[in-house]
């Protein structure tokens, strides 16, 4: 308590927007009860990976659920959004060389695709299909084989990236930055993508392979579906692709070892049996939603969550098990605390973010405004502010604000009794897209905490695993994200907001078909 009365001093009366010391006080001694540890272990070890659409989500959404309840939340629920499309599980994957020398494959298939018909014996060809006049050379020369469709690729050395924010980093991160938005892939490239989809197919190629994009063994694995990831619009074959070939992603240095063998003119066999799973029962998913009711109207809301969905190589530990433990701890500090709140404080964990952050889309159109049309609903007027929990292990050193400058005041405020934590950064500019970006897109304050990048190489990996988990990171960052939670909660007004704007139907909820 004295370091906290050295960092900021307030009356006992607070005023204005400062922080609320006792709360924060109360806050940290219910966390030195955390049961994040409980959490974060089933949700990787028991129940990850936690793929949009599979049983595994179900599964894991189940427990979730059944602790919500157990801490006495309020309303908890599946809110449906959909449709989403089939589920999909790898139920066995065996991956071999066999020729010019025997060796395992570090090896994952990507989600979606199909299989293969037993065991695959066959020589693997180098055939990366990069401009028209590809098309012709590789014709009448793929049926039946392990098809290479990219050159050999330089490693990055992990090794050479910071795993924690330095001064400098967060003063750059402090300074005023325009919002710049990531480019949308052109037509033109989804387009030949599908037409080089096609001419794997009509050549009768029998698995497709590709480089994992990591190092030291680590797999980069996502999905086989062509779409506009850039700008999740929905564009190309989201959300099932057409007709796709059986898809393997291999550790870049394996990779690279039989393009090499290959280019020496050796050839080499491989052996590979894929069985893969679609699950068609129910075409929709979920969000999961629970409360804590506040004292004024129940249409007063403040928000936190985190995307509940994960990549299938690892088991979704640090993406995102990990803000999914630490928002389900701060909720559940909050209610053991029993701090009043003013405003009802509702938890959303999202499914679908990977696939272009379709569950947040989906609510928020549903609840607050459609992108397209930007018409505000009711409850968009008394949605304080949602704070989004995506990055990872690290230590939470800040927020992104999107460019909401009236809100800093208030969050410097906020942030001061946490600085000798690290927390000490406010950056104007737009963090890296994940849920926040669906509430930013109708004119709601859409928060993103800052996070150290301790697992910037693991990610959407096979690394992404309970190992490489910091949990005193995360006991820490579920105290913060309760005391600003906390402190939205019983603010006067709502959180400032940005200016409503305009239309914008990339960000829309897209309306797929039912299939």
Known sequence: MAALSAAITVNSAQTGDDPDLNAI????QEAQRSQLLETIGSLTDVYGPRLTGSPHLRTAADYVVARLTTWGLQNVQFERWGPFGPGWTNDRFIAVALAPQPYPLIAYPKAWTPGTIGDLVANAILAPIENESDFQRFRGKLAGKFVLVARPMELPMPADRPLRYSADDLRKLAAPSPLVSA??????????????????????AAVLLEPGGGSHGTVMVGDSRLHDDAAFTGAGFYPWPDAVAAQVVLAAEQYNRIARTLDRGIPVTLEMNIANTYHYADPDSFNIIAEIPGSGPPSHVVMLGAHFDSWHAGTGAADNAAGSATVLEAVRILKATGLKMRRTVRLALWTG??????????YVTHHFADPGTM???????????????DGGTGAIRGLYLHGNQAAMPVFERWMAPFRDSGMTTLSPRAAERSDQFAFDAVGLPGLHFIQDPLDEGTRRTNMDVFERLETSNLVQNAVIVAAFVYHAA????????????APDARWAFPQLPRR
Do not use: C, W
Request: aromatic share 8%; proline share 8%; no cysteine.
């Open 25 to 28: 006080t109360r806050i940290k």
């Open 183 to 204: 480019d949308a892939e052109t037509a033109g490239s989804l387009e030949f993508a599908r037409r080089r989809m096609e001419f794997y197919m009509q050549e009768d």
């Open 353 to 362: 973010s990977e696939q272009g952050l379709l569950g947040s889309r989906a």
């Open 375 to 389: 018409q505000p609903k009711p409850e968009h007027q008394d949605m304080s502010g949602y704070f989004n929990v």
């Open 490 to 501: 019983n603010r006067d007004e709502p959180l400032p907001r940005k200016l409503l704007p």
